[in-house]
């Protein structure tokens, strides 16, 4: 599947930190709680996940963060966060209370862990993989 297939409005995608061990947990935590596969997968590392930082026109200096591309646009740091937990539904819906805590407070939270992350859970020389039952959720 690649990027021009997917429509973000039926299929939101994440783009994150491909060699992030932390984001590939976060990927994999993900994935069998979002049993309907709405989302989709993208690592910013990928020619794809470069591709549609470019048409979302996302703001790529010093990008540390994920991205979510959905129907609303593109969304950063806690705001790709709390949008992903509300695409799940459910349970996780309910982190969009956390926008009642001020943006800045979020993303300083949001920043000192991503400063810290391969410190805290390594990092990988290379892209996940997906497994063949998934592979179709990544785009390539």
């Not at 010093?62 to 740091?77: I, M, P, Q, R, S």
Request: glycine content about 4%; some cysteine; aromatic content about 8%.
């Amino acid at each position: 599947m690649d990027e021009t297939t997917v429509d973000v409005t039926e299929h939101p995608v994440l783009l994150f930190d491909g060699v992030c061990n932390l984001c590939n947990g976060v990927v994999q935590f993900l994935i069998p709680r979002d049993p309907a596969s709405v989302l989709r997968f993208a690592s910013l590392q990928s020619e794809v996940g470069q591709r549609l930082l470019d048409a979302y026109d996302v703001p790529v200096d010093d990008l540390e963060t994920v991205v979510l591309l959905d129907a609303e646009g593109y969304h950063l740091k806690s705001d790709a966060v709390i949008r992903v937990a509300e695409h799940l539904g459910g349970v996780y819906a309910l982190a969009r209370a956390f926008r009642l805590v001020p943006r800045s407070v979020r993303d300083w939270l949001y920043d000192v862990v991503a400063e810290h992350r391969y410190r805290m859970f390594g990092r990988r020389d290379q892209c996940m993989v997906p497994s063949p039952d998934v592979e179709e959720r990544f785009l390539e």
